[in-house]
């Protein structure tokens, strides 16, 4: 009884362990995952906008917008001079989404090394006590029997879809049966096995299809991260072009400002004078009003597009949040080119990393036709087996026994499994990979034909805004004489503050509209560079994969004078200088 109740107890140990000191049989919290609080996700809060209301009459206030200036909305601020090659410089360096994009490859990688780890030679070993206290109805059997038993070996797959199994069990036997010869008796049994399929799973192609998946599932990987790399780069050339717009376009409706107070001026002075009548005044002021409204819409626009390029660029000293004005340094360069479409288009095709994707992924789709065509034939397996035994009153003597191969055995099978009812299953899975790839070679087509059409679309839209900048750079001279000329008819009387105010808008679409035109060029660069897989710049990047958990994120850019890869304490902290006064007052 105490010996029963001493194993009770060690059983009752070692459950307690495993199952660490909680009750194996009933729930516990630890079990589940973090509670959430059910009024924080049933409930919605509101805004409360109200606190931060004030008391002001928004109709003494626009009368006031007449005579003075409107707010200087970066009044105070820090300014920095970007240039667009620090921009790209930034975005790899920091971006998210490389960053993100750059660890697939290495997660792709640790996927490759499980797959071959199946083929790992493994050692196993095993050890078991058993004692046995059994009534017996012969004095032939013995009541009470104790048996050691011991295994260890290695068992080694084969790329050949067979097992390779070595192995030397071992055991005790004590028994108090009196008739027994050998007691304790001491037992070996060296063994060889091998276990190799001859039809389904037969085959180095077969058995190596998982790592051949993975090895190209890695190469899919790559490519997405070359793609994210190129989207980013070309995302900050167009932010850094918007951005660059959206200021210039400030400067415009800063000076249709400037010109309609003067005209509002030269109207109060003729109103005074009685050359004209009042209303040419109210005209001029409103005038005025409307060019508050462009200036006020134009900062908004140069604060959301600066803060696109923050995020893109992602640097510590240039946080969204950061009251810091970037002003572009890089002016564009209108440049006229004579592309030629045909290798443009041959070029994308070969470079676009979607192209390089299907090709990956239709050699996936071929190995899995032969992979699924393997599953669907009939399994046979050779079995061969083969072992020596060694019995003795003692280990030694049981392995010399053992080594003298005076005792031996072997086995020799073939097992068989046949469908009887068609294998429909199986056909039905090959001819679904049979299918899929065929649809992705109809999706290749297609996705090439796409890329060409988008190079030429690219090459189209360049060339389109060529011809706009020059036509918007006559349209501006012509504007701008216009204006100078209806300035003129006015102060001698032949024309009303409408007809100036309307030259001036003129002049200022005129403007807008080469500005837009310059900024849609350098953006359909940035098009045609991103639809030929390759990117703008003096120099090529390259990068490598990143690992986070070693370094936060290696990047290279040759030909520059910053040495890639660098850590975050060694990136060049931008130069903050004082803000200049947008109106040129300070």
């Given at each position: 009884?105490?010996?029963?109740l ?35 996700m ?12 004030l ?13 003075h ?16 090659e620090?921009?790209?410089?930034w ?29 790992e030679?493994v050692?196993f ?34 790329r050949?879809?067979?097992?390779i ?8 036997t004590?028994?108090d ?21 001859l ?9 190596t299809?998982?790592?051949?998946v ?14 994210e790399?190129?989207?980013q ?35 109060r ?17 409103e ?12 900062q ?37 080119f ?11 095709v ?10 990956l ?18 399994l ?16 030694q ?12 055995d ?9 469908p ?19 649809q ?10 796409s ?36 300035q ?31 900024r ?10 991103f ?7 003096a ?30 304490d ?7 200088e ?9």
């Open positions: 009884m105490n010996k029963q001493v194993f009770l107890g060690v059983g009752a140990c070692a459950l307690v362990a495993i199952t660490g000191c909680k009750n194996p049989f009933f729930s516990h919290p630890s079990d589940y995952g973090r509670e959430l609080p059910l009024q924080k049933h409930t919605v809060d509101t805004l409360p906008l109200d606190e931060w209301a008391d002001d009459d928004h109709t003494e206030l626009a009368e006031e917008y007449i005579d200036p409107p707010r200087n909305r970066f009044e105070g601020m820090d300014s920095f001079e970007l240039d667009i620090q921009a790209r410089a975005t790899l360096a920091n971006n998210v989404d490389v960053r993100v994009a750059l660890i697939e490859p290495t997660i792709s990688t640790e996927r490759l090394a499980a797959e071959e780890g199946k083929f030679a050692f070993a095993s050890a078991r006590r058993t004692e046995l206290d059994q009534p017996t109805s012969s004095d032939l059997q013995g009541s009470q029997v104790e048996l050691n038993n011991f295994n260890a070996g290695f068992r080694i797959p084969l050949t879809g067979g097992t199994t070595l192995e030397s069990p071992f055991s005790r004590s028994t049966n009196e008739f027994t010869f050998l007691d304790p008796s001491y037992e070996v049994q060296p063994t060889f096995s091998i276990s190799q399929p039809l389904r799973n037969a085959g180095r192609r077969v058995n299809h998982s790592i051949r993975a090895s190209l599932q890695s190469g899919i990987t790559q490519t997405a991260a070359k793609l790399v190129i989207r780069v070309a995302n900050v050339d167009r932010a850094y072009w918007r951005l660059y717009s959206a200021r210039r376009a400030l400067e415009v409706s800063l000076q249709q400002y400037d010109l309609a107070m003067d005209q509002l001026e030269r109207a002075r003729r109103v005074r004078a009685g050359v004209v009548a009042e209303i040419e005044e109210t005209r001029a002021e005038g005025v009003a409307q060019r508050l409204q462009s200036i006020i819409s134009d908004n626009r140069v604060v959301q597009f600066q803060r696109n390029l923050k995020r893109i660029m992602n640097v510590s000293d240039l946080e969204m949040l950061d009251e810091i004005l970037i002003v572009p340094e890089t002016d564009p360069n209108p440049i006229n004579e592309l030629d479409p045909g290798a443009l288009a041959t070029q994308a070969e470079n676009r990393m979607e192209m390089l994707e299907l090709e992924q239709l050699a996936i789709d071929a190995s899995t036709v032969d992979f699924t065509r393997n599953q669907a034939l009939p046979f397996t050779f079995d061969y087996s083969y072992n020596t035994n060694g019995l003795s009153d003692n280990t003597s049981a392995l010399r026994q053992a080594r003298r191969d005076d005792f031996n072997w086995t020799l099978g073939l097992n068989a499994e046949i009887i009812a068609g294998n429909e299953s199986a056909k039905a899975r090959v001819q679904e990979a049979v299918l899929r790839r065929l992705r070679l109809g999706t290749r087509e297609a996705r090439r034909l890329i060409i059409q988008e190079t030429l679309d690219a090459i189209d839209t360049l060339e389109t805004n060529w011809q706009r900048i020059l036509a918007s750079r006559q349209t501006t001279i012509l504007a701008e004489r216009t204006l100078q000329a209806e003129r008819q006015f102060d001698v009387g032949r024309s009303t503050s409408n007809d100036v105010l309307d030259a001036a808008t003129r002049l200022a679409l005129a403007q807008l509209t080469e500005i837009q035109s310059l849609d060029y350098q953006i359909a660069q940035v098009d045609l560079a639809a030929t897989g390759t990117l703008l710049g120099s090529r990047v390259a990068w490598d994969e990143v690992d986070p958990r070693i370094q936060p994120a290696p990047y290279q850019e040759d030909d520059e004078p910053i040495a890639w890869p660098l850590q975050p060694e990136m060049p902290e931008p130069e903050i004082r803000a200049p006064d947008i109106y040129g007052d300070s």
